[in-house]
């Protein structure tokens, strides 16, 4: 079992950066990836950027150049470092961890105002 707990959110002006942070615990020996998805209301949740155990990144190409994903060395964190963010950008953002199995945090909300 892995528990995910995301902080960072919040509402920004159009422009802004915004860090979200998920602090996970429990099996995290397992992980063997670290993700953000987002969904915003009334769309399908969506892959925003993953990171793997060999720190093999991907981004989706809506936020490439924008966003970039971290993690520290104990696999007890990732980050999400979202830069020049646009409106289109507001949605609940998620943590995802895979390990045998998938587990995801609570969601934080992001809103990005024009």
């Known amino acids: 079992q892995v528990q995910l707990v995301e902080s960072g959110g919040g509402l920004v002006q159009a422009g802004g950066s915004l860090r979200l942070s998920c602090a996970a615990s429990?099996?995290?020996?397992?992980?063997?990836?670290m993700a953000w998805y987002r969904q915003a209301h009334g769309n399908e949740r969506e892959l925003v950027a993953r990171?793997?155990?060999?720190?093999?990144?991907n981004y989706a190409d809506s936020m490439k150049g924008r966003v970039a994903i971290s993690r520290d060395n104990a696999w007890k964190t990732v980050y999400l470092q979202m830069n020049s963010l646009k409106p289109e950008d507001t949605a609940v953002y998620y943590c995802?961890?895979?390990?045998?199995?998938?587990?995801w945090g609570q969601g934080t909300q992001v809103t990005v105002s024009s």
């Open positions: 429990g099996s995290i020996f397992s992980i063997r990836v």
């Open positions: 990171i793997t155990r060999g720190d093999i990144t």
């Open positions: 995802y961890v895979e390990t045998n199995n998938g587990y």
